[in-house]
């Protein structure tokens, strides 16, 4: 009778499903201005540098050029994955000079799940895109990051309407996940007042400061945000103004996830 019940306690020990870990995650987002720097010269090694030198898990870049004449004819994405030795991952939002424009990924982690969601613009306006990178964390955690970049016109209209499709897609997402980029959208703006429906600011100075432009910051535009925000909380906030590779701050931070 003993060993009856010790079996069925060990059996029902391993019923219950194991409790995944924490985990922490430094992620970036980066205009990286087609490849280009505020010199006018075409610099590929420095843009890495930078990357390299925070060393996060996740980069979103924005004004990502793919074989176009002015990028020489570079698939940046890939040329900036061998350079940090990440995996990249493109998103087009539309084809331009020659070859095509748009959002990309680069992350340490191999990726389970990708998307390429194209935003909702105005016919006289730029295509967008958001970039789905869905990835399995060691600990054991499914994480999704949402790179993107909203359209930089003064009337918010466009903005509104990817906002909206955001706010869409995600509303009822199961997954912890982190939106990131260039939004083009000031914190008390109508377009994060919409998205602030799903994803959440961390609540801390810094991510308010400004990081537009890279000389001299004056609004603060460069964000990372996450859903669930119970489960979130952020290690460190930085921004990073270096006026030669970008004429965007560039925006760190590092998060831990509690499952």
Not at 169 to 174: A, I, L, R
């Amino acid at each position: 009778m003993k060993n009856i019940f010790c079996i069925i306690l060990f059996l029902s020990v391993l019923a219950v499903p194991a409790q995944n870990k924490p985990d922490t995650l430094k992620v970036m987002t980066f205009n990286i201005l087609h490849g280009a720097t505020t010199k006018g010269d075409f610099n590929l090694e420095a843009i890495a540098g930078v990357i390299n030198k925070y060393n996060p898990d996740l980069v979103a870049m924005q004004e990502v050029d793919f074989k176009t004449k002015r990028a020489k004819k570079y698939n940046l994405p890939l040329e900036l994955g061998y350079r940090t030795q990440m995996m990249p991952l493109y998103a087009r939002a539309m084809y331009y000079d020659g070859g095509e424009y748009g959002e990309a990924v680069l992350s340490k982690y191999s990726l389970t799940y990708t998307e390429n969601i194209a935003l909702p613009h105005q016919k006289t306006s730029e295509p967008r895109a958001a970039q789905v990178a869905r990835f399995e964390t060691r600990q054991g955690n499914t994480i999704q990051f949402v790179a993107t970049h909203l359209d930089h016109l003064r009337n918010e209209t466009d903005r509104l309407m990817q906002a909206d499709a955001l706010v869409k897609e995600f509303k009822n997402e199961t997954y912890p996940t982190i939106l990131i980029g260039d939004l083009n959208a000031q914190p008390d703006s109508e377009t994060m007042k919409k998205l602030y429906q799903v994803f959440h600011k961390p609540d801390m100075e810094e991510a308010y400061k400004p990081t537009y432009p890279s000389t001299g910051p004056k609004i603060c535009i460069d964000h990372i945000m996450f859903n669930q925000p119970e489960k979130w909380s952020v290690l460190n906030y930085e921004i990073i103004c270096d006026d030669y590779v970008t004429d965007h701050c560039i925006v760190v931070a590092t998060l831990i996830y509690k499952p």
